[in-house]
């Protein structure tokens, strides 16, 4: 099932699923994220999508993808390297990407497929892990590069956290329909041109590993949203560098998933 979350025509928020993939509409759902949801058989117009949750924490992994690592230079890891998004840095589908007065100026766009944990989970063996996956969306790991590596000496929260840097959607995927997440194609397309294309098959560590090293001693919370990390072709790699500027479109695509569009302003 294709879960989003949307405003109505009076301005309410509801859940509803996606259907012969109309995107105009959803047949309502009665639940809450990410416990049981059941069809209310009602149908209402979508006249704004949002982001498809908000998850009590966002744990991302960084140097997934082996081709990745290769493009920055850095050796593959032993563990998954982890840091923390603010939860405030979510934004939905068709929102815009603030470029911040702060003072970033190299912001990079990163595809990624995000994890969303159904129930909570702790030391959780592979083997089980995915037993814990309510379902999968499209993500943007929005990095400020500047900040991420030289203002604030490689440490990673504060240049991934600023506010509109965390786009989800367009739905999530509910995990019955993807039984391998090793094995689905993404990308992102800047302005029409394709600049990240892979397969989650090059990740270093799978969904399930993932999950399983997070949870060790660790309470991956209902709701928590585990962002896997980005294949190779981000900005900062490429000679020259390509950065978001305003009026930029950039867009996420993930197979069976859908694609998550957001354009690019500055704040002011």
């Not at 744990?59 to 405030?88: C, Q, W």
């Not at 993404?186 to 399930?208: K, P, W």
């Amino acid at each position: 099932m294709k879960i989003v979350r949307f405003m109505t025509n009076d301005g309410t928020v509801r859940l509803g699923a996606i259907t012969q993939d109309r995107w105009d509409e959803a047949q309502t759902l009665e639940g809450e994220l990410p416990g049981k949801l059941t069809l209310t058989g009602h149908t209402e117009p979508i006249v704004r999508l949002l982001a498809p949750l908000n998850p009590p924490n966002i744990m991302a992994v960084g140097l997934n993808y082996r081709k990745h690592a290769e493009e920055t230079g850095v050796s593959l890891p032993d563990i998954p390297v982890l840091f923390i998004k603010s939860i405030t840095s979510v934004i939905g589908p068709n929102e815009s990407i603030v470029l911040p007065a702060a003072g970033p100026t190299q912001v990079d766009y990163e595809a990624e497929l995000a994890v969303i944990i159904k129930k909570k989970a702790k030391n959780i063996r592979r083997t089980d892990a995915l037993d814990y996956v309510f379902g999968y969306c499209c993500a943007n790991d929005v990095s400020a590069r500047d900040w991420q590596i030289e203002k604030q000496k490689k440490q990673w929260a504060r240049g991934k956290s600023f506010d509109t840097f965390c786009p989800l959607g367009p739905c999530i995927l509910t995990a019955d329909e993807i039984p391998d997440p090793g094995s689905l194609h993404i990308r992102s397309i800047l302005n029409g041109q394709v600049m990240q294309e892979s397969s989650t098959s090059d990740m270093i560590f799978d969904v399930a590993s993932l999950i399983s090293d997070l949870s060790q001693s660790i309470t991956l919370l209902p709701g928590t949203v585990i962002l896997t990390g980005t294949p190779e072709g981000v900005g900062f790699a490429r000679k020259p560098p390509v950065f978001l500027q305003p009026g930029d479109e950039i867009a996420i695509e993930i197979e069976k998933i859908g694609r998550l569009v957001n354009h690019v302003t500055s704040e002011t």
